[in-house]
């Protein structure tokens, strides 16, 4: 678990909100804590009457968080009015991209919705420190690919010549381990770095494939896994069921695989 401090600054460029040439409007911000659709905990600003770049520096507090990288602040900017408030429009932010320092973290959202050009909101966040991405930097992620057991032959062959793909969101290259001939229990035990930016708010994918040879390889199985709840320097060994669809049935083989991240993490 852990807290969030959010500091909503301003708001910029909200010109023409009112549908009239030049017009203004009374804009106040809505900040909710969301993890998916579901709405965990939400904030408002005052109202700041005409105004097109509405100053706020109110600062709002969001407790007892679990895995704070896997959630999002989304922004609604509304006109309060007599009657019922017009939505102006929205935006949000994942907090993914936080960095792992206590330090107070400055950012900017463009706010979307119809009416704005230009329009952004600009806010911080400060955290504990003990949890997010490298500051100014990119994340260093170990993936040992140790085993599959239980594959089924792709070639109605007898056996299946394995390797696993890896990708990574936030990181441009894709690694590979080494091919494992006639086998449906390959062992790989092969470690692979990757260098991934922002890595908390992105998931780890490993395809398992055979080798054709001369045609092209059939994909036996995939896994996703986010990579939000890994530790800094702590290693995390999985064991995950791999989906295989082999003659119109689903079926699973087990992989074993570990993940380490190095110099970025979540909430010890």
Known sequence: MSDIKVKIKKCVHLEGSSLLPGGSSDPYVIVKLCEGDKVEDKKQTKTVNNNVNPEYDEKFKFKDID??????????????DIGRDDKLGHGHFHLGE?????EEQNFSVVVDGGYFVDAKIKFSITTDGSWGNP?????TLLVNILKCEGLD???????????????????DDTQ??????????PEWNQELTFEVDKPLKHDITIKVYDDDGFSRDDCIGTI??????????KR???????????MGMVKGATLHFELEAQGWGCVE
């Open 67 to 80: 895995h704070p990288a896997r959630h999002k602040l989304k922004f609604e900017i509304w006109d309060s």
């Open 98 to 102: 936080c960095e792992k320092t206590s």
């Open 135 to 139: 500051v100014d930097a990119k994340g």
């Open 153 to 171: 032959d792709a070639d109605y062959a007898g056996t299946t010549d394995p390797y696993a793909w890896v990708k990574v969101g936030g990181c």
């Open 176 to 185: 590979q381990t080494e091919k494992q001939e006639n086998t449906l229990n």
């Open 224 to 233: 996703t896994v986010p990579l939000y709840k890994l530790k800094d320097g």
């Open 236 to 246: 995390k060994h999985y064991e995950k069921t791999i989906d295989m669809n082999w």
